[in-house]
């Protein structure tokens, strides 16, 4: 976050109360409401959550013990047994909702699809029937490549159905990050599509998947079922690669959920940190199926009659559990859509919202950015009095995009939610109840019921004015384990700050305030972990795809702040023997990250050095280097580093 951003939120004093209107109608209506749901979870938090899991999921069998906490270990409803799937399809079909629309389906270019709970149902057990067809069994691990299509969300469910842990890798990902990916999990099948739109163009998702799996690449993976989306000519494996469509028209529809101990995994989704390899996030059944619901209920406020638009990708932990899990536990009506704003199509988003009628609309900060660049008469020229309720996650939100926001896409009668968590939470963790908190803007106010939040130093000691966000005490939705590394979990999350008072402390990674009414102002990470656009890549990920080019010598990344991309990718590389740093190798070694990573790593700006800073142990300064690339002046002690004409010569550079 820019210093002028920092200073433009601790000077924000404005407030913005829920309508009246809108908090009768609400699900948590008032303050006192809230204040009360927190204080008896806070006080009783088995018994919190206990009620809850009764109440508004579907158990083949309760459980014995709400909560198993061995710190940092934690058993969510212990000996309980239930299907998400089950949750989100099966309940709703003995209730009127089997003809209401599950799923609506926006598609580039100009198509649209729509599934009631019913036919959502048939589709998700004949998926779920051609996996065990093809020898998928309970614990077997899927991969999921896809695009923003139904199927995504049908193939989640059918693996979900049958337990068989999923992992959906983002369509953006290169082979090269979607093998890696599939090898840790040791995946058995893999399903993806001939391709999918992405901004007037098709992306090659099959093709990946080939590059991802030749030559052996990913030993285990026996299946690959491809739907034809793009109709683009694809090769296909004899023996390996079948057509869904195909498969789906034999299978049959009869498909009972498997009754799955509530701590059996359901899937695993990657994550950036700051060091080595992305992070296998793993997420059990039970908790992480009431985490979603009863956020989703209480904070999107679900209404019958809603339709309700998440604009993540379902590659992503927002689209997990916001796009599929959440509102389909819900028997909400949600909406997906395959394309983004671009050139050919700016006023996509709100045409969209017109058509349908969305009532709420939840998408991320750089995106409100970028409709802000494309000027108020896209949406002013749509009719978009259906919305009643604005969501934003990802990032910080700069209060002018909060107010561009409220004015100009909620007409000024929105409650916007704010909300911050990440795949590691498994759900929101500090938002308001948009009937019952009033908010500030860029700030995501108070806890959930039954989240107890707090900023600290790294004794553990509350600083208000500022610190780490931590969390004390464990919830449904958190992640169990890193797949396979349960000490580097530890290490990860729960070492950073020693137990205090035998309490343990979950670290986010991100640094915080809370002001003097309890409200959180999340500021942005405090690790080696940049926020582009809403993406999380870690720059040591980036520096090892720099590293692999032939050229190059070292690499160091950081982020900077950027106006529409919240940060931006900024690369220093020094190069190898007698190299030569040319424009035309800044554009190699872009095209070389997108190649490793994908393009959502692309770095914005390569810098060639012959040195980088360095303490006399030799490590990479990066405060000096985040102090360059943003064009500020190195700010701080500069008396470790090793040579100080480095400094002298970057600077230089620029
Ligand atoms: C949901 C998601 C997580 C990181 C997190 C923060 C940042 C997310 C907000 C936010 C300020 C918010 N999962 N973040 N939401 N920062 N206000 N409302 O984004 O795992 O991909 O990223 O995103 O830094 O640690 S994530």
Redesign the pocket.
Same mark, same amino acid.
């Given at each position: 976050m820019s210093e002028a951003t920092i200073e433009s939120i601790l000077q924000e004093t404005r407030r913005f109360h829920p309508p009246a209107e809108f908090s009768q109608n609400a699900h948590i209506k008032s303050l006192e409401d809230y204040q009360h749901l927190y204080d008896r979870a806070k006080a009783d938090p088995q018994k919190f959550w206990g009620e809850l899991a009764e109440q508004e999921l579907h158990w083949f069998q309760k459980w014995d013990t709400v909560l198993d906490w061995q710190p940092p270990f934690a058993k969510w409803f212990v000996g309980g047994k239930t299907n998400i799937s089950y949750n989100c399809l099966d309940r709703h079909l003995t209730t009127w909702r089997k003809n209401k629309a599950a799923l609506i389906w926006e598609g580039e270019p100009g198509d649209t699809r729509t599934l009631t709970y019913a036919q959502l149902h048939r589709e998700v057990c004949q998926m779920a029937n051609v996996l065990k067809q093809l020898g998928v069994q309970k614990g077997d691990r899927v991969g999921i490549y896809m695009p923003m299509i139904p199927e995504a969300a049908i193939a989640m469910l059918a693996c979900a159905r049958i337990g068989a842990p999923h992992t959906v890798v983002f369509g953006g990902f290169s082979a090269e990050a979607l093998r890696d990916r599939l090898i840790d999990v040791q995946a058995r099948v893999v399903i993806t599509a001939d391709g999918g739109w992405r901004k007037d163009a098709i992306v090659p998702l099959k093709a990946q998947v080939d590059k991802a799996l030749a030559n052996g690449g990913v030993p285990g993976v026996e299946n690959v079922i491809v739907v034809r989306r793009t109709e683009q000519d694809v090769y296909m494996q004899p023996g390996r690669d079948r057509w869904w469509h195909e498969l789906q028209q034999t299978a049959s529809a009869d498909c009972p959920a498997e009754p799955m101990d509530s701590e059996d995994l359901l899937f695993i989704l990657y994550?950036?940190g700051s060091t080595g390899k992305p992070k296998g996030?793993v997420h059990t059944t039970g908790g992480y199926n009431l985490y979603t619901h009863i956020t989703t209920k209480w904070i999107f406020d679900l209404q019958d009659t809603d339709v309700y638009w998440c604009t993540?990708d379902v590659g992503?932990?927002?689209g997990h559990?916001y796009i599929v899990y959440g509102p389909l536990s819900n028997g909400a009506t949600t909406l997906m859509y395959e394309g983004a704003p671009r050139a050919s199509n700016p006023g996509c988003m709100w045409d969209i919202i017109e058509k349908h009628g969305v009532n709420v609309f939840y998408t991320?900060?750089t995106a409100i950015r970028a409709f802000i660049k494309m000027g108020d008469d896209l949406p002013k020229a749509r009719n978009l009095s259906s919305l009643r309720l604005l969501g #934003?996650?990802?990032?910080? =939100?700069n209060p002018e995009a909060w107010m561009w926001y409220y004015r100009v896409i909620g007409g000024e009668r929105c409650p916007i939610v704010?909300?911050?968590?990440? #795949?590691?939470?498994g759900g =929101?963790m500090?938002?308001p109840l948009p009937g019952a908190i009033p908010t500030k803007p860029g700030s995501?106010t108070l806890p959930f019921p039954g989240i107890i939040a707090d900023v600290v130093d790294l004794e553990g000691n509350s600083v208000a004015e500022g610190g780490y966000?931590a969390v004390k005490y464990p919830w449904p939705g958190m992640m169990r384990t890193i797949y396979g590394d349960p000490d580097r979990f530890r290490r990860t999350y729960w070492e950073h700050i020693p137990p205090k008072d035998g309490q343990y402390l979950y670290f986010?990674?991100?640094g915080a305030r809370c002001d003097k009414d309890g409200y959180f102002w999340?500021?942005?990470?405090v690790d080696d972990?940049i926020?582009v656009s809403?993406?999380?890549l870690g720059t040591m990920e980036i520096e090892s795809a720099l590293v692999s080019h032939p050229a190059v010598a070292e690499a160091a990344v950081v982020g900077k702040p950027d106006e529409l991309k919240g940060e931006d990718i900024v690369a220093f590389v020094t190069l190898e023997g007698t190299q030569s740093g040319t424009e035309e190798l800044q554009k190699e070694l872009k095209r070389h990250v997108v190649q490793e990573i994908g393009a959502i790593a692309r770095p914005g700006e390569i810098r060639f050095t012959d040195a980088l800073p360095k303490t006399r142990s030799g490590k990479i300064m990066r405060r000096l280097l985040r102090n360059l690339a943003s064009g500020q002046e190195v700010s701080g002690d500069t008396s470790t580093l090793e040579d100080r004409g480095v400094l002298d010569r970057l600077r230089e550079g620029a």
């Amino acid at each position: 976050m820019s210093e002028a951003t920092i200073e433009s939120i601790l000077q924000e004093t404005r407030r913005f109360h829920p309508p009246a209107e809108f908090s009768q109608n609400a699900h948590i209506k008032s303050l006192e409401d809230y204040q009360h749901l927190y204080d008896r979870a806070k006080a009783d938090p088995q018994k919190f959550w206990g009620e809850l899991a009764e109440q508004e999921l579907h158990w083949f069998q309760k459980w014995d013990t709400v909560l198993d906490w061995q710190p940092p270990f934690a058993k969510w409803f212990v000996g309980g047994k239930t299907n998400i799937s089950y949750n989100c399809l099966d309940r709703h079909l003995t209730t009127w909702r089997k003809n209401k629309a599950a799923l609506i389906w926006e598609g580039e270019p100009g198509d649209t699809r729509t599934l009631t709970y019913a036919q959502l149902h048939r589709e998700v057990c004949q998926m779920a029937n051609v996996l065990k067809q093809l020898g998928v069994q309970k614990g077997d691990r899927v991969g999921i490549y896809m695009p923003m299509i139904p199927e995504a969300a049908i193939a989640m469910l059918a693996c979900a159905r049958i337990g068989a842990p999923h992992t959906v890798v983002f369509g953006g990902f290169s082979a090269e990050a979607l093998r890696d990916r599939l090898i840790d999990v040791q995946a058995r099948v893999v399903i993806t599509a001939d391709g999918g739109w992405r901004k007037d163009a098709i992306v090659p998702l099959k093709a990946q998947v080939d590059k991802a799996l030749a030559n052996g690449g990913v030993p285990g993976v026996e299946n690959v079922i491809v739907v034809r989306r793009t109709e683009q000519d694809v090769y296909m494996q004899p023996g390996r690669d079948r057509w869904w469509h195909e498969l789906q028209q034999t299978a049959s529809a009869d498909c009972p959920a498997e009754p799955m101990d509530s701590e059996d995994l359901l899937f695993i989704l990657y994550t950036s940190g700051s060091t080595g390899k992305p992070k296998g996030v793993v997420h059990t059944t039970g908790g992480y199926n009431l985490y979603t619901h009863i956020t989703t209920k209480w904070i999107f406020d679900l209404q019958d009659t809603d339709v309700y638009w998440c604009t993540a990708d379902v590659g992503w932990i927002t689209g997990h559990s916001y796009i599929v899990y959440g509102p389909l536990s819900n028997g909400a009506t949600t909406l997906m859509y395959e394309g983004a704003p671009r050139a050919s199509n700016p006023g996509c988003m709100w045409d969209i919202i017109e058509k349908h009628g969305v009532n709420v609309f939840y998408t991320a900060p750089t995106a409100i950015r970028a409709f802000i660049k494309m000027g108020d008469d896209l949406p002013k020229a749509r009719n978009l009095s259906s919305l009643r309720l604005l969501g #934003t996650v990802g990032e910080p =939100i700069n209060p002018e995009a909060w107010m561009w926001y409220y004015r100009v896409i909620g007409g000024e009668r929105c409650p916007i939610v704010d909300t911050w968590w990440q #795949t590691e939470t498994g759900g =929101i963790m500090i938002t308001p109840l948009p009937g019952a908190i009033p908010t500030k803007p860029g700030s995501a106010t108070l806890p959930f019921p039954g989240i107890i939040a707090d900023v600290v130093d790294l004794e553990g000691n509350s600083v208000a004015e500022g610190g780490y966000l931590a969390v004390k005490y464990p919830w449904p939705g958190m992640m169990r384990t890193i797949y396979g590394d349960p000490d580097r979990f530890r290490r990860t999350y729960w070492e950073h700050i020693p137990p205090k008072d035998g309490q343990y402390l979950y670290f986010a990674g991100d640094g915080a305030r809370c002001d003097k009414d309890g409200y959180f102002w999340v500021m942005g990470r405090v690790d080696d972990v940049i926020n582009v656009s809403g993406h999380r890549l870690g720059t040591m990920e980036i520096e090892s795809a720099l590293v692999s080019h032939p050229a190059v010598a070292e690499a160091a990344v950081v982020g900077k702040p950027d106006e529409l991309k919240g940060e931006d990718i900024v690369a220093f590389v020094t190069l190898e023997g007698t190299q030569s740093g040319t424009e035309e190798l800044q554009k190699e070694l872009k095209r070389h990250v997108v190649q490793e990573i994908g393009a959502i790593a692309r770095p914005g700006e390569i810098r060639f050095t012959d040195a980088l800073p360095k303490t006399r142990s030799g490590k990479i300064m990066r405060r000096l280097l985040r102090n360059l690339a943003s064009g500020q002046e190195v700010s701080g002690d500069t008396s470790t580093l090793e040579d100080r004409g480095v400094l002298d010569r970057l600077r230089e550079g620029a």
